[in-house]
């Protein structure tokens, strides 16, 4: 049985770490819907495609930005 146990101190973390979740299940989820899209000639398939790759690009630079930056704080 796995138990996950919490550790003090990591709150200030758990911001960073659920966002960058967030913004990586939104960017997949535009790319789901583009390639459904696609397949079944619906939901205006590639018009997708645009807002999925401005948001990976947008999620590949903050964290990026996190790389270079923040981390050395």
């Known amino acids: 049985m796995l138990v996950i146990r919490r550790r003090p101190g990591t709150t200030e973390y758990r ?13 997949a989820a535009i790319f789901v819907v583009a390639g459904l899209g696609c397949t079944f000639s619906a939901l205006g398939g590639l018009y ?26």
């Open 15 to 27: 911001a960073y770490a659920v966002s960058a979740i967030v913004m990586a299940l939104v960017d």
């Open 48 to 73: 997708w495609v645009v807002p999925g790759t401005i948001v990976a690009f947008v999620v590949g630079l903050v964290n990026a930005w996190v790389d270079l930056v923040e981390i050395l704080r």
